[in-house]
Structures are given as C-alpha cells and as structure tokens.
C-alpha cells in the first residue's frame, strides 16, 4: 500500500523570561534575541541529536488521544534529522489493540486506525510560569493535515486549565487561540484566524516561520513572524467558578489529521 507522508519541521523552540521585551520586524523572520530587551534564556531544544526527541525534555502521547481525530498517535513518527524535529503523518493501517465490539467509547470502538503520526510534550518534565516563548517552524497545509503548538495548565481539568494554541493551522486557517471555562463549566474562547491564501499560500508555507508568545502578569499575547494575531488580558481570562487559568505550562506538538 502506498503511503503519504506528511512531515512538521521544527528547528527550534526557546522559552525565556523577562520584565520586559520588544521583537524587531526582519524581512526574512529569525528567533527573536533572546538575551537582549532583558530576557534571559531558561530553556531551549534545538534538536541537534539525530535519533528520537531527548526524553529528558519531551514525552509522547500514544494511540488515539482527542477530537476523535483519525490518526493513531506512536513514537516512531517523531524524529530528530540534522537539527530539525521531524513529525511524519502517514497514511497506513495500525491495529487498535483496545478495540472493543460495539464499545460507545470513540477510542475502542474503533478495529484500527488509517493514520499514524507524532506528539510530544513536556508534561511532567517541563513548566513555566510566564516568559516569552519562541519556536521556528515549517507546516504542510495539504488538505487533513492539521498542525499545532498549543498549551495546557499543569494543575486541574480542561478547560478550567486554560489552553493557549500558538501555532494551529486547521482548514485553511492559521489560528491563535486562547480559552478558558466559561458559563455552564464549558470552553470559552478568545480566537482569531487569518486565510492561509492572505499570507501567501503554499509559497509561504515553503518557508519556516516564527511562532512567539509573550505572557506576563497582564496579558497574553500571540504572534507569527513578529506580526501580532492575538492578545488578551488576564482580567479576562478569569474562569466562571473564580479561578485563575494557567498556573503552570506545558507544552504539546502535534500533527493531526482530519477528513
């Protein structure tokens, strides 16, 4: 059976801190400075090893995970290849070991998956409270690919933790997405989307981008190539029953599939 591969190219994420800080617009985006506008570097993975992703630094999630996407998630699609974090969609059959006949449950009730891909995270290993956080990477936007850098609370269930997407492409949108729990104990959401087509279309998804988030005690603020797309104060990030989102980071990178 033939297979059609999808890959996510990731060569850099950075997470530092600072009082303050401002990003200059370049025409050919890089990392912002991180040791300058009184930032300093606390963390980065620059995925210089070949092999696997460092498992000091990042875990993954394994079978089908969430939305009740297609793909069966696995270690094997994740890879480091000459300093890039490589993570490969691909179109073949994987055997649902939890398969149950007839189970209500979306993740058993399933014989087996058509996909496979990739997701790693640093739950349990990595969190931060506050900083600026960067990541440079190149996504396929071909139809049912659907790629992400998004945030969770440490403590606490969704959506009470708040998620923050800093890099999601679905549908042809890039997305910037920031919720937390709103009436009724449900999802709300601050979001803002742009048309793949109205950044250059597949000429720009060709070429690797700056994903950045600024958060601090006052905001959250959410930008692609030193181009703001979202910001949101944290006076508004309130949730319904009183608490506070987010007390704690994590992060997840992921590429998804849908039909």
């Known amino acids: 059976m033939k297979k059609y591969i999808v890959k996510l190219l990731l060569p850099v ?24 506008d009184g930032y300093k570097l606390v963390w980065a993975e620059e995925f210089n090893k070949d092999g696997a992703p460092d498992p000091a630094n990042w875990r993954y999630e394994l ?3 969430r939305n009740e996407e ?3 998630y696995q270690w094997e699609n994740a890879r480091c290849e000459k300093g890039k974090l490589i ?6 059959k994987k055997t649902n070991p939890n398969f149950k006949e007839g189970s209500s449950d979306w993740k058993k009730n399933r014989r087996e998956a058509d996909y496979t891909s990739a997701s790693i995270k640093t739950q349990g290993l990595h969190s931060w409270l506050y900083g600026r956080f960067v990541m440079r990477g190149k996504i396929d936007i071909r139809d049912g690919i659907w790629p992400a850098w998004w945030t969770l609370g440490t403590k606490g269930s969704w959506p009470a933790t708040g998620e923050i997407d ?18 009724d104990r449900k999802d709300a959401w601050f979001s803002t989307e742009k048309n793949i087509d109205s950044l250059g279309g597949q ?20 930008y692609v190539d030193n181009q703001l797309l979202n910001k949101v104060s944290l006076n508004r990030l309130v949730n319904q029953d009183g608490t506070n989102i987010i007390l704690l980071n994590n992060r997840i990178i992921c590429c998804s599939i849908w039909q």
């Not at 993570?87 to 073949?92: I, S």
Request: charged share 25%; proline share 4%.
């Open 70 to 72: 297609y793909q069966w």
């Open 87 to 92: 993570l490969e969609a691909k179109r073949e």
């Open 13 to 36: 994420c950075a997470v530092c801190i600072s009082l303050s800080g401002v990003a200059q617009q370049r025409k050919n985006p890089k990392p912002p400075a991180l040791h300058s």
């Open 63 to 65: 079978g089908f995970e």
């Open 166 to 183: 800093i890099m999601e492409y679905y549908r042809k949108k890039l997305l910037a997405n920031i919720a937390f729990m709103g009436a």
């Open 203 to 222: 000429a720009w998804a060709d070429q690797f981008h700056i994903w950045r988030m600024d958060w601090d005690e006052n905001s959250i603020a959410l």
